[in-house]
């Protein structure tokens, strides 16, 4: 699965989405920044997810984090 998430150019803000991912049970295969504009950065992240229940939670639970938005989720 593909996740582009918008985030906070900032220092620590791609280290809240790596650990709520890692809390999760989602392993991490790969990560790309596609752009940043000094406010925010818009990453691709392709993942393993561990089940349904946390595919289908799992853009409400990264916009839990201050600042991040889950724009798009997608089967790889």
Do not use: C
């Amino acid at each position: 699965m593909r996740l582009i998430v918008e985030l906070p150019d900032r220092p620590g803000s791609l280290g809240q989405v790596t650990t709520l991912l890692g809390r999760l049970g989602v392993d991490i295969h790969e990560l790309r920044v596609l752009s940043r504009d000094g406010a925010v950065a818009t990453d691709e992240f392709t993942v393993s997810v561990p089940g349904p229940v946390i595919e289908r939670s799992l853009p409400t639970l990264l916009e839990e984090i201050p600042g991040v938005r889950a724009a798009a989720i997608v089967d790889a």
